[in-house]
């Protein structure tokens, strides 16, 4: 069997159909394994249903990425191919896994000497065909082999044209990157949606002006590709009833994990997220339908805006730029504490740097974030930046403004808010966190510190 591929794609789901035509076009011949016959108009790639054939065919030492779902579908896969693996080939997981798990596969496959990669892809279908934002990390001994062809079909930043790719660390510092980016996303469509509702609920702005607001919120310092596709969806009418779309749509958010995965370990880590937290649980109202539903009719809704409009829109707009910001600081400080905790050493000048382009977060925002950690290396949040810094505290008053008229409509912006709190918290000297330890203390003899000596301390409160 002539072996003339440079790469096996397992799983030819939206994803791994799109990447496989991306690595076709640049270059890098690929073979596709489906377990099932199907075909796809206009897909040029070799597609086989024999396990063997698929690894048969393969340049060696083989490169095999496997695109199918997180769990035990990617230890299957494994399993399946494995029999026809030598010592030496490169296993790469391009799905969303859970970076435990590839911490575990690492380790396993090493011992049987293979190399694995766990590779987060963001992009969604376009940016897989077109180019993702790519974060690999596992074996470092894979990277030399596998970056030309990572680097030729990743995204390129408009700033600098180069690849958003970059090699993350060791073990699951992939996927653990991957899992935060998701993470920064839903509180970032969280904190986009709450606006909307504020400003069409609320204060009853037509959605087709809203397109056109959020548009020219695109040309400033929001220019994103979430803030350009809501632009988009706003304005866009369902063919069947002539509303326009989003209205017909049912408010239900699902969601994968990734968000609830970060959630998760940041308790594990000890690091506040609370925007991040907020966007998870608002997913989990939004699920709860039937009981919104009669709630509404027992409790009331919200009110309506009677102030000046254009006012809130020009507020709304600095309060989402000031939440955005709180929201990115929230997910780098996550990062340092997993690279300090996990060893990864990661590099926080490549990540913001990788998700310039080709992923859902790429936002005009990220270039001042890789800029921040160029000036200092070693900042431990980004509100600590002099840059970052001042814009929050430029647009303290109209951030304020937005969650207190919030507030009194009964628009619930928890991201918002959170994100509003996280930042007074964050630069509070003091917090109320000494009533806490007193009253435990009181109950459970937890003991305290003292500001003015050291040692812990007990009362007998009674």
Not at 84 to 96: M, Y
Not at 268 to 293: C, F, H, Q, W, Y
Request: hydrophobic share 40%; net charge negative.
């Amino acid at each position: 069997m002539d072996k003339i591929y440079a790469l096996g794609i397992f799983g030819l789901g939206v994803m791994g159909r799109s990447l496989a035509q991306n690595f076709e076009r640049n270059g890098y011949p690929v073979i596709g394994y489906n377990r099932t016959p199907r075909q796809w108009e206009g897909f040029n790639v070799k597609v086989t249903h024999s396990l063997e054939e698929l690894v048969g065919s393969l340049q060696t030492p083989r490169i095999l990425q496997l695109m199918v779902s997180a769990g035990a579908p990617v230890d299957a896969a494994i399993a399946s191919v494995k029999p026809f693996l030598q010592p030496g080939d490169i296993i790469i997981d391009g799905g969303n896994s859970y970076f435990a798990d590839t911490v575990r596969r690492v380790e396993a496959l090493a011992q049987e000497g293979f190399q694995f990669v766990g590779m987060g892809v963001s992009g969604g279908e376009m940016g897989a065909l077109w180019g993702p934002s790519i974060m690999p990390g596992g074996m470092e001994g894979a990277w030399p082999r596998i970056s030309p062809m990572m680097e030729a079909v990743a995204a390129r930043a408009s700033e600098d044209g180069k690849p958003c790719v970059a090699w993350l660390g060791s073990g699951g510092a992939g996927h653990y990157v991957k899992m935060v980016h998701n993470g920064i996303e839903y509180g970032d469509m969280q904190l986009i949606a709450e606006t909307y509702d504020l400003l069409h609920r609320g204060a009853g702005i037509p959605n087709q002006e809203l397109a056109e607001i959020f548009a020219d919120w695109n040309t400033r310092e929001l220019r994103s590709y979430l803030i350009e596709i809501t632009a988009n969806i706003l304005k866009r009418l369902d063919d069947e009833t002539g509303q326009t779309l989003v209205d017909v749509i049912l408010d239900e958010a699902e969601q994968k994990g990734t968000g609830r995965w970060t959630s998760q370990n940041s308790f594990d880590l000890g690091v506040a997220i609370p925007t991040i937290n907020s966007a998870v649980e608002s997913r989990m109202l939004s699920a709860v339908k039937a009981e919104r539903t009669e709630a509404a009719k027992v409790l009331g809704g919200a009110g309506s805006f009677k102030g000046d409009r254009q006012r809130l829109v020009a507020a709304a707009e600095q309060a989402l730029y000031a939440s955005k910001i709180t929201s990115y600081a929230q997910g780098m400080s996550l990062l340092a504490a997993a690279s300090r905790d996990y060893g990864w050493n990661l590099d926080f000048v490549s990540i913001p740097r990788i998700w310039r382009a080709g992923c859902i977060i790429r936002a005009m925002l990220l270039g001042d974030i890789t800029a921040a950690f160029e000036r200092q290396p070693d900042l431990s949040n980004l509100l600590l930046d002099g840059v970052f810094a001042q814009a929050v505290l430029s647009r303290d008053a109209a951030w304020r403004e937005v969650v207190q008229t919030a507030v009194g409509l009964g628009i619930p912006m928890l991201a918002t808010g959170a994100s509003l709190a996280y930042f007074d918290a964050y630069r509070s000297e003091r917090l109320p966190a000494n009533l806490t330890q007193a009253q435990r203390d009181y109950f459970g003899a937890h003991t305290y510190r003292r500001i003015d000596k050291e040692g812990s301390f007990h009362t007998q409160w009674e």
